[in-house]
Nanobody, 123 residues
């Protein structure tokens, strides 16, 4: 079992930055691939970024590539999403999730989810 709790969301102006954190509990955190997803009102949940259990490989949605960076610290049981050059279209609830297998962009591959943290980017 893995419990996930996101933090770090808030209101920021376009062009600004935020860093989201996802704290995990459970002894098996380091064995899971981790992902970030987001969901805007009236839209489906969409993939943002993922990182292998070792942290040695990452990939991103095209919409955030070059602006967002996913990282993890297995010693702290935490995964991060550094978001730079934020745009109003980045406004959404952001979720972290854990998957037993790395390399998937769709929610059904992820077994555990946090409750989400709101990110609002004003123009």
């Amino acid at each position: 079992q893995v419990q996930l709790v996101e933090s770090g969301g808030g209101l920021v102006q376009a062009g600004g930055s935020l860093r989201l954190s996802c704290a995990a509990s459970g002894r098996t955190f380091s064995s899971y691939a981790m992902g970030w997803f987001r969901q805007a009102p009236g839209k489906e949940r969409e993939f943002v970024a993922a990182i292998r259990w070792s942290g040695g490989s990452t990939y991103y949605a095209n919409s955030v590539k070059g602006r967002f960076t996913i990282s993890r610290d297995n010693a702290k049981n935490t995964v991060y999403l550094q978001m730079n050059s934020l745009k109003p279209e980045d406004t959404a609830v952001y979720y972290c999730a854990a998957a037993p297998v790395y390399g998937h962009r769709t929610p059904e591959w992820y077994d555990y989810w946090g409750q989400g943290t709101q990110v609002t980017v004003s123009s």
